[in-house]
């Protein structure tokens, strides 16, 4: 397999990042924000907030498997092992005192002096910041959205700018600053950019074989997650696309040897990454794409619109809709990147991001006539995981596609 | 001449895996002690824990002040005067060993509970380990069926460990996959038998309520001292062992029964907290 | 004479058999899986290998399937026991059909169409795992050996329920019939009952079931259980308990791919 070479100025642009922020947390420099994940962060970066991200913590935490540890913390103080293992695994980690941001020169999180949340993806995230604002007796605002969205209406998009129309006088207070409208819709254009480029990348993988698969995604998504609006993110993508065309000029594949081709819907398995990523190259299998990866893609935003346009983005993403057009979203990504099933994780503690339990998986392979896999696991919490269960389900289902489509060894 | 003023009480606690009988004197001296598997009807299996305990002790059904029962079949002993919950027996039978107010852990076959013990014996509070994870004393003896060695066994083949093997699930079901996993690894079964007790631990620990002094009784404690260093090392607490703790919440009914007769004249009494 | 072998490493027993050209089994082993599931593998082969009359220079290929195939070390090949129950059974029963492999750890439901390939398979949530060990267990606690929970089970006259579907929870409810006082015959129907219940959970079962499993070749009572639950007859094939280890040995006679890690040292 050969390495992705901007590994390293991935390392470098994520590193500049973290420091960035434990600066301005330690030096007060500027005001710390914490956003969920899809949340409005053009708009805190144009009132100049240093932005964090819990999710991507608890990520990390969960790569590092250090969640492990951390969650049982939480459990025993009465969170139960069925909700959200980030949030478990992120306020462990804080009550234990510890932190991968270490690493980076930071002594812990960086300190919030205002939470914000937007429920289009699930009611936890909320209970989450409420918890860190009742720490540090800090505000935790934010958009309620609507959920289960068939077409995105006038109305829904309506309903979402006036709340955050509604955010820019207490944020605006937080902050010390007032909204500049030149600078807000600047960041919306570069968050756009930053958007295109990593949708672009993600593309590269419909070429056979795939140039990046959904676990070099999972990874390579850092700034699009954490570096919206910062020129430093589109830097970073400009470089990887260089690499990625390179890679399929050159025929050099995620996957060497690639004879099947899947798609995954759900959370990633964090602290599963690598084995999962070593079995399915053992089985030459790759998961050219992901429901996760795409989920950083906001084509909606439009600097000539700046909050409108924030508003549609955050309702047109596929966790906020309903189960049609899901389906629809599917089909379409079967079709552009020819896969020949699709994997669904059901998450253990992350229903919204479990697809699979409202019958979907059957529906999907009964529409588009392709086979599907239902794997029990989830994002953070390995106990819910059983790999055993999982090999043999992955195992089985290759062998299945092997024998509706064989490719003999020395074809490849 | 026998003393009229010393009584004498049996407490039976009818578990899961096993049944405890024991026979009690009102100065708190134990006379007799018994223990039997639940294989069956539980019935059959609290007759003869019973007999058991009072030919030990050389006692005459006849001359006990009344039987006390508790454990999950309690309502099976028949001939109970008496019937007390688990946690406020084992409270009461841990104190009496120990005499100070500690964290009580009670490990037995399914329930494991992290019981508070206040300087006068009593319970203050109890948690029961989440749904999920119940089962945990069946679980050590599956896997010692997995390695060919006896329950009790297992204990032996963990002491022999320098590591734990990975066992990380809180369901028992999906633990007894890991252990085969390992199995098939390669991992060294004296691994796997320590891996094994510390799942265990981990799932106490997430249970939450530690002070110290931190006390633990109940069958795993006795058979499977394995879990306690595990215990040990994950809380970062010292552990201690109640004194024969599979008799712990025997001991407690039996001494609830002659506290309770000391003041109601031993009425059958049912008593809950 | 030429023959081809098939080994099972279950995670309780581990089987084998050996099939000539034409697919006749010419020899089957059975023995426990324990601590060592390469030493098992290797027992369970020179057994079948002795009951068939063969050497194993005869042998021109085995291929391993179950839970321990990666350690049948002296394998040419492997496919999950997904793949070898379904290819063992139609070599009986023609298509379509759906297979129920009932084993020690789990259960698995495998559609199969009219020409044999599988169209999808379902493996039990980890929540209902468990299933054979689950009848061992109730076994024990009635005190009595697992394969006598069938006959017993023929004298049940009432219907209890045990409603949940944790295996573990089941097991509670177990216990506290027992502490009520009901009768062991209808304790072991229930057990069967709580089994038939998961299994026809798992998925729809359209047209002819075919079961298979050690848990099927000692427990005829579950599989009328399950016949009645699923409104359907249910197909028992020869030697159930064998058929991953037949379905391996057919893979291997037929030169199966195989997608595995071994597939790296065919090339």
Redesign the interface.
């Known amino acids: 397999m050969t390495a992705i070479r901007s590994t390293a100025a991935l390392r470098d642009a994520m590193g500049g990042y973290f420091r960035a922020l434990g600066e301005a947390a330690e030096r007060k420099t500027a005001p710390v924000a914490w956003c969920s994940s899809v949340g409005p962060v053009e708009l805190l970066r144009a009132l100049g907030f240093a932005v964090f991200f819990p999710e991507n913590h608890a990520a990390m935490l969960g790569a590092a498997r250090t969640a492990q540890r951390y969650m049982p913390i939480v459990h025993s103080q009465g969170y139960s092992p069925d909700i959200c293992s980030y949030l478990t695994s992120d306020i462990g980690a804080y009550l234990a005192g510890e932190t991968p941001l270490q690493a980076y020169g930071l002594p812990g999180i960086p300190k919030a002096d205002v939470l914000v949340f937007n429920t289009n993806q699930c009611r936890d995230v909320r209970d989450w910041f409420e918890w860190y604002a009742r720490r540090w007796n800090a505000p935790v605002i934010g958009v309620r959205s609507p959920r289960a969205i068939d077409d995105v209406t006038t109305n829904d998009v309506d309903g979402v700018t006036v709340q955050l129309e509604a955010l820019v006088p207490a944020l605006e207070a937080i902050a010390g600053v007032r909204l500049d409208a030149g600078r807000l819709a600047e960041t919306v254009a570069t968050s756009r950019r930053t958007s295109d480029l990593w949708e672009t990348c993600l593309q590269s993988a419909s070429r056979r074989p795939a140039p990046l698969n959904f676990f070099d995604g999972t990874v390579h998504m850092g700034p699009a997650v954490v570096m919206r609006g910062l020129d430093e993110a589109n830097g970073y993508y400009q470089r990887l696309l260089a690499e990625l065309g390179e890679r399929a000029r050159d025929g050099v594949a995620a996957v060497p040897g690639e004879r099947y081709r899947l798609y995954w819907d759900g959370m990633p398995i964090w602290g599963r990454l690598r084995a999962l990523s070593g079995l399915f190259a ?3 299998t790759a998961v050219v794409a992901s429901t996760y990866c795409n989920s950083w893609i906001f084509s909606a935003l439009d600097p000539a619109d700046p909050l409108r346009s924030m508003a549609r983005a955050s309702l047109e993403l596929f966790i906020v809709r309903s189960e049609q057009p899901k389906v629809r979203y599917i089909e379409a990504m079967v079709r552009r990147y020819q896969v020949d099933g699709v994997i669904f994780h059901d998450c253990r503690t992350c229903p919204s991001n479990s697809n699979a339990r409202y019958g979907m998986p059957r529906r999907v ?1 009964e529409e588009l006539g392709i ?2 896999l239902v794997l ?1 696991g989830d994002v953070n919490d390995l106990r ?1 995981f ?1 790999d ?2 999982a090999r ?2 992955i ?6 596609l ?3 489509r ?5 074809a ?1 | 001449m026998p003393d009229e003023t010393r009584r004498i009480a049996a407490g039976v606690d009818a578990g ?1 895996e096993c049944l405890k009988a024991v026979i009690v004197a009102s100065d708190g001296q134990v006379l007799g002690r018994a223990v039997v598997p ?6 059959a299996c609290v007759h003869e824990v019973l007999a058991a305990a009072l030919d030990d002790a050389q006692v005459a059904s006849g001359d006990l002040a009344g039987i006390a029962a508790t454990g ?2 309690m ?2 002993v028949a001939s109970a005067t008496m019937t007390a919950t688990d946690t406020l027996c084992h409270a009461r039978g841990a104190f009496h060993r120990v005499q100070t107010a500690m964290t009580l852990v009670d490990i037995g076959g ?1 329930d494991p509970h992290v019981i508070k013990v206040d300087g006068g014996g009593r319970r203050v509070e109890a948690r029961g380990v989440r ?2 994870a ?2 945990v004393g ?1 679980f050590l003896m ?1 896997t010692a069926r ?3 060695v006896s329950a009790t066994g297992l204990q032996d083949l963990a002491a022999a460990a320098v590591q734990p093997a990975r066992v990380s699930s809180y ?4 633990s ?2 890991e252990v ?1 996993e390992r ?2 690894e390669g991992a060294r ?1 004296e691994e796997i038998a320590l891996g094994a007790m510390h799942s265990i631990a981990e799932r106490i620990v997430e249970m939450g309520l530690f002070e110290d002094p931190l006390y633990v009784c109940g069958g795993v404690a006795e058979y499977f001292p394995g879990v306690l260093g595990a215990l040990a090392s994950l809380s970062g607490r010292q552990v201690h062992t109640v004194p024969e703790p599979l008799l712990t919440g025997a001991l407690g009914a039996a001494l609830k029964l002659l506290d309770e007769s000391l003041v109601s004249g031993g009425a059958k009494a049912e008593v809950r907290q | 004479m030429t023959c081809w072998a098939g080994i099972d490493s279950g ?1 309780w027993a581990t089987k084998a058999v050996v099939i000539d050209a034409e697919a006749r089994v010419l020899g089957t082993a059975v023995v426990r899986s ?2 060592d ?1 390469s030493g098992a593998a290797e027992r369970a082969y020179l057994t079948a290998l002795d009951e068939a009359k063969r050497a194993t220079t005869d042998v021109s290929a085995v291929w391993a399937t179950g ?2 195939r ?2 049948v070390t002296f394998a040419d090949g492997s ?5 070898c129950h379904g290819r063992g059974v139609v070599h009986y029963v023609p298509g379509p059909i759906v297979v129920v492999d009932i084993g020690g ?2 259960a698995k439901v495998i559609r199969l169409d009219d020409t044999g ?5 379902r ?1 039990n ?3 209902a ?2 299933t054979g ?1 689950f009848l061992d ?1 109730i076994a ?4 009595i050996e697992a394969y006598e929970l069938d006959r017993l089970a023929d004298g049940a006259t009432e219907e209890l329920e045990l409603s949940s579907f ?4 089941a ?2 409810e177990l ?1 506290t019939l ?2 009520s ?1 009901k009768r ?1 015959a209808d304790l072991a129907s229930a057990a069967y009952r709580s089994l038939v219940m998961r299994i026809s959970a798992m998925d729809v079962f359209p047209g002819r079931v075919v079961a298979t499993g050690g848990v099927v070749a000692h427990h005829p009572h579950l599989v009328r259980m399950l016949a009645d639950k699923l409104r359907s007859e249910v197909v028992v094939p020869p030697h159930p308990q064998e058929m991953g280890a037949f379905g391996a040995a057919l893979a291997a006679r037929d030169g199966a ?1 195989a ?3 071994e ?2 040292h ?2």
Request: glycine share 10%.
């Open positions: 053992e089985f030459r392979s086979p599907t029990d819910c059983s055993e269960q043999t389900n195992e089985g289902f290759v062998e299945q092997a024998d509706v064989p490719v003999r060894m020395d490849s | 899961t639940a294989r069956g009807h539980f019935e999950f079949a309502n099976c399914r749904q999920c119940a089962g069946s599956f997995h390695l060919d369901c028992s079901v999906f007894t996959t085969l199995l098939r079964r | 995670s324990g601590a599931l839970f321990g990666q350690s496919r999950t026991e997904l793949d750890q789990d390939r599988r169209l999808a398979h493996m949530r980890k929540c795992a468990g060990s267990e024990l606690r009635l005190g944790c295996t573990v929870f097991g509670t216990l027992i502490r006082g062991p791919v997608v595995g890690p597939a790296h065919d090339t």
